[in-house]
């Protein structure tokens, strides 16, 4: 196993949320928070994640208050309530199987903790999830922040190049680089060419698609000479 622990990502690497989920949220919050004001396309949402992340965006670019900010978060909570996604097809059985072999297998995400447990749930998978982080008011605690990859190594007692992490937007690059743990880009959820051109460059691994993943973690380590070799650009897998 080249890797003994992963730190997936949920939105749009585990599961296909944002066109179905967290972007009609945000609609939702632009007609109660700026009436009159047109909420941007879902590619421009997107980018919004990438950079410069949505509380940025929200605070410096929207001009969201404090209590502004604290209605967004009751807005979006509400709507995931009441509304479930599909993980990827391939996704879960990958992810059971790599547990299987011994693999640990962590989230961490800005989704809540309890809407991505519960989505593992939902396909009765929770037993998967070894720990999770998700958001937090507290920006130090969540990503790009490396504190929850370090509480990671240290619950598990593992050293940064045991660990992968997958992900598909910009803030788990930097997460990544500041806590010395690999990158590996999940393709399948990147629809925006800039996003996509990022994460290929600035990645450890680029991923197309879960096979792709699925071949990479499972099959027998034979040239960790190359792999150590290689440049810093990310892999085409």
């Given at each position: 196993?080249?890797?003994?622990?992963?730190i997936?990502?949920h939105?749009d690497?585990?599961?296909?949320?944002?066109?179905?989920?967290?972007?009609?949220?945000?609609?939702?919050?632009?007609?109660?928070?700026?009436?009159?004001?047109?909420?941007?396309?879902?590619?421009?949402?997107?980018?919004?994640?990438?950079?410069?992340?949505?509380?940025?965006?929200?605070?410096?670019?929207l001009?969201?208050?404090?209590?502004?900010?604290?209605?967004?978060?009751?807005?979006?909570?509400?709507?995931?309530?009441?509304?479930?996604?599909?993980?990827?097809?391939?996704?879960?059985?990958?992810?059971?199987?790599?547990?299987?072999?011994?693999?640990?297998?962590?989230?961490?995400?800005?989704?809540?903790?309890?809407?991505?447990?519960?989505?593992?749930?939902?396909?009765?998978?929770?037993?998967?999830?070894?720990?999770?982080?998700?958001?937090?008011?507290?920006?130090?605690?969540?990503?790009?922040?490396?504190?929850?990859?370090?509480?990671?190594?240290?619950?598990?007692?593992?050293?940064?190049?045991?660990?992968?992490?997958?992900?598909?937007?910009?803030?788990?690059?930097?997460?990544?680089?500041a806590?010395?743990v690999?990158?590996?880009?999940?393709?399948?959820?990147?629809?925006?060419?800039?996003?996509?051109?990022?994460?290929?460059?600035?990645?450890?691994?680029?991923?197309?698609?879960?096979?792709?993943?699925?071949?990479?973690?499972?099959?027998?380590?034979?040239?960790?000479?190359?792999?150590?070799?290689?440049?810093?650009?990310?892999?085409?897998?």
């Amino acid at each position: 196993m080249k890797y003994r622990c992963l730190i997936l990502d949920h939105d749009d690497t585990a599961v296909n949320s944002t066109p179905v989920l967290h972007y009609p949220a945000h609609r939702e919050v632009m007609r109660e928070l700026r009436p009159g004001v047109p909420p941007i396309s879902l590619e421009g949402w997107m980018l919004k994640n990438f950079s410069p992340g949505i509380m940025a965006y929200m605070v410096e670019e929207l001009g969201f208050s404090p209590e502004e900010v604290a209605r967004e978060y009751d807005i979006w909570q509400d709507y995931v309530e009441h509304r479930q996604v599909e993980f990827y097809p391939g996704f879960i059985d990958l992810i059971r199987d790599y547990h299987a072999a011994g693999g640990i297998v962590t989230v961490v995400s800005h989704s809540t903790k309890e809407k991505l447990l519960r989505d593992y749930a939902s396909v009765g998978a929770e037993n998967l999830v070894q720990a999770a982080y998700g958001w937090d008011f507290d920006e130090t605690k969540r990503k790009p922040h490396p504190w929850p990859v370090q509480k990671i190594l240290e619950e598990f007692e593992l050293s940064p190049k045991e660990a992968l992490i997958l992900d598909d937007l910009k803030p788990a690059v930097t997460m990544a680089r500041a806590s010395g743990v690999a990158i590996g880009a999940a393709g399948w959820g990147i629809a925006v060419p800039e996003i996509a051109e990022y994460m290929r460059s600035s990645c450890d691994y680029y991923f197309p698609d879960i096979p792709a993943l699925r071949q990479f973690l499972l099959e027998e380590e034979t040239d960790k000479q190359e792999q150590r070799e290689s440049p810093p650009a990310a892999r085409n897998l």
